[in-house]
């Protein structure tokens, strides 16, 4: 049987070596650095029909939006930064159309833009996977996370599948 003296030693070595784990944690963590920009292209028009012209015309290489996600690092600290650039359309005259093209809009936009997170959430997984191999072979890593990204496009037929759509 373990003396009391003994016993808040071994106590407090326990709870040291878990702050310790705690803190390693945090600390590769926070060695990640996710920031992000979000940018809007005006479109016009009161019908669903003129809003997809509009959005095929004007939208990032022919798509409604984008979600673009850059890795750097630091190969001597292994300092990670993912860096994500949202663009979306922005209906500039939403405001005269009929009430029920707004409602079929804004659903589709949430749709839309849960579509783009996603997209950035492989973005930020690619950056966790480089930190976490302490930055060995990150452009394999990032080649896997793009691929996801392709994949996930192609399952969800750009996110039509997920109600990006205007009828």
């Known amino acids: 049987m373990n003396s009391p003296a003994k016993l808040p030693t071994k ?28 940018h809007y292209y005006q479109i016009n028009g009161s019908t669903t029909g003129e809003l997809k012209a509009q959005m095929r015309k ?28 949202y663009i979306y359309p922005s ?25 783009e997170k996603n997209h950035a959430r492989n973005g930020i997984m690619a950056g966790r996977a480089i930190d976490k191999s302490s930055c060995k072979n990150p452009d394999a890593t990032i080649r896997k996370w793009s691929s996801i990204d392709q994949e996930y496009d192609s399952s969800t037929n750009h996110g039509k599948t997920e109600g990006v759509v205007l009828p």
Not at 12 to 29: D, G, N
Not at 58 to 84: L, M, Q, R, T
């Open 11 to 38: 106590i407090t070595m326990l709870l040291a070596a878990l702050i310790a784990f705690v803190l390693q944690a945090s600390i590769s963590e926070a060695s990640i650095s996710i920031k992000s920009k979000t």
């Open 58 to 85: 004007k939208g990032p290489n022919g798509h409604w939006a984008y979600a673009v996600w850059f890795i750097d690092w630091d190969n001597e600290g292994c300092d990670v930064s993912v860096k994500i650039n």
């Open 91 to 115: 209906w500039a005259n939403i405001d005269k159309a009929p009430n029920s093209v707004q409602l079929i809009w804004r659903k589709m936009i949430r749709a839309l833009k849960k579509h």
